[in-house]
């Protein structure tokens, strides 16, 4: 075995990576959600299991589960009657870990302790055989330090399940600064070989997802600090208008505040108080009051069983009669005013297509729209000396988007709003108006997101495909942060990132070495 380097570290292995034969013997340690999961897809992918914990009751329990649910999935035709058999079969209870002793692979999914986990790996290497690989499914603790005590630590990587294991494609497969290429060459392949969607990362504090994905909930945190909208309004945004499966605060909720709360300072920390995983008092404060989430039937918003979802700020409808008045200019070759003008078109209103004041995605009379560039709508109607001057925030597709944001100038007279308003809704666009806040929500939550990712890139801890895939992978992001870096154009978001700097004068808006060097040499993401 060869040890990897920690500059090669995210790609390990130049040949070919082969997954570990079906003969191989795959022990699994804690038979909880996550053990059971990844005890039953290996099972299911043709391997012999045995399911390990020291709660005997526990390993039956999860067994007689696992073995419904391949029913359930005969039941389904996701499987044929003899297939769901043959996995039922591959699964065996281990009384002891002595029984483990044949393993060719053990992956460990129990409490999130670094003497337990080490303490479980020393007696494990006095049991199996040399060549027995390791594997952590641990989601926050280092690799290196997991494996420093033993006496042969190049053969642990990590291999990092996402919850529910059956159904999330995701396996971050992290290498320590003693884990060997080759072992993580082959976790990697052996994953492929479960069905699953594999990354090469380097240990280093969050791996991937859970570092990339703090600014989804930072920034939110942020926006609703600034009274700039509700949870429910930027919960809306970021679905309808950004393409999330989910928006920051249900998404909080769902995992429990206690839990995310826990993972932001944990990676705070780590980072020595980086101000870009900044902790957010709001949520220090739901948990002083014990407010977790769904868990405990209330976080940011009620799951009591009589409560009533709040609902976004929407605007009212408004006549296009104001509208139609005025010449309605859209700008020329930018295909956001193209996707706009298209769905103006198709509601029967009349517009042209020319070169606007400012490069306006849109011009009607004295009203201006412009796609935000991390700057307030007051900040940009002062520098355009334009008081009529109304955002747009960024969406995934402006064809297909059901609902948009606006932030209108201090300066900007009602009636000119009025006129943009309503042409928007006239294109078949839910509006919500939020606070003059630079970046606004999804555009800031995004190129937040794109920058952390760059960053990861930059320092080596995986490549910026990985990035992306992990992303989409592990929690369902409907575009990889930096193929949106690539689409909003890698200068335009270091102009984002440039103005929201400026606007705050904090360095927690610094924008990675990696975009500035793709802003200065022309190139996209390799994603």
């Not at 605060?249 to 993972?263: K, P, Q, S, Y």
């Amino acid at each position: 075995m060869s040890t990897a380097s920690t500059s090669a570290v995210n790609t390990p292995g130049a040949s070919t990576p082969t997954a570990l034969p079906h003969s191989c013997v795959v022990a699994v340690i804690g038979s909880g959600a996550m053990g059971a999961g990844i005890a039953q897809v290996a099972a299911a992918a043709g391997y012999t299991v045995k399911l390990y914990d020291t709660r005997r009751q526990a390993v039956d329990k999860a067994l007689q589960d696992i073995r419904k649910v391949f029913d359930t999935l005969v039941q389904k035709q996701r499987m044929s009657a003899e297939e769901a058999m043959a996995a039922a079969n591959r699964l065996h209870p281990a009384a002891s870990l002595a029984e483990l002793g044949d393993a060719g692979l053990i992956v460990e999914a129990i409490v999130e302790n670094l003497d337990i986990k080490r303490k479980l790996f020393a007696d494990l290497e006095e049991i199996v055989a040399d060549d027995c690989i390791f594997a952590s499914n641990t989601s926050s603790i280092s690799i290196t330090s997991i494996g420093a005590l033993l006496r042969l630590p190049q053969r642990l990587v990590g291999m990092h399940f996402f919850n529910p294991v059956p159904l999330m494609a995701l396996v971050e497969v992290i290498s320590g600064l003693a884990s060997d290429s080759s072992v993580a060459s082959s976790v990697y392949a052996t994953a492929l070989a479960w069905g699953k969607s594999p990354v090469y990362t380097k240990s280093t504090p969050g791996f991937i997802v859970n570092r990339v994905a703090r600014p989804y909930y930072a920034e939110a945190l942020r926006i609703l600090n600034e009274q700039a909208a509700t949870p429910a309004t930027i919960d809306a945004i970021l679905r309808e208008a950004g393409g999330f499966k989910m928006g920051p605060f249900e998404l909080m909720d769902l995992i429990g505040h206690d839990v995310n709360f826990t993972v932001t300072q944990s990676v705070f920390q780590a980072y020595f108080t980086d101000p870009r995983f900044t902790p957010s008092l709001i949520q220090q404060e739901l948990l002083n009051a014990g407010y977790l989430g769904r868990k405990s039937g209330r976080g940011f918003y009620s799951y009591a069983p009589d409560a009533v979802r709040p609902l976004p700020q929407t605007e009212s409808s408004e006549s296009t009669m104001a509208a139609v008045k005025h010449r309605i200019l859209f700008q020329h070759g930018n295909p956001l005013a193209q996707a706009l003008q298209k769905r103006l078109t198709a509601s029967g209103i009349v517009s042209e297509t020319g070169d606007t004041d400012d490069d306006a995605l849109l011009q009607c009379g004295s009203a201006r729209l412009y796609l935000t560039d991390g700057r307030s709508a007051t900040e940009r109607a002062r520098d355009h000396a334009h008081n009529d001057t109304v955002l747009l925030d960024l969406t995934l597709d402006l064809n297909t988007a059901t609902r948009v944001a606006l932030a209108r100038a201090d300066q900007c007279s009602d009636a000119a709003y009025r006129s943009l308003l309503s042409l928007l809704q006239a294109a078949g666009l839910t509006v919500s108006l939020i606070g003059d806040v630079p970046g606004m929500a999804v555009m800031r939550t995004v190129v937040m997101l794109a920058n952390e990712a760059a960053d990861a890139v930059n320092q080596g801890v995986c490549s910026a495909a990985d990035a992306d895939l992990a992303m989409r992978k592990g929690v369902n992001y409907p575009c990889g942060p930096l193929a949106w870096a690539n689409a909003i154009g890698v200068p335009y978001l270091s102009r984002v990132l440039f103005h929201l700097a400026d606007s705050y004068g904090e360095d927690r808006y610094r924008v990675s070495p990696l975009i500035r060097r793709k802003n200065a040499n022309g190139e996209l993401f390799n994603v």
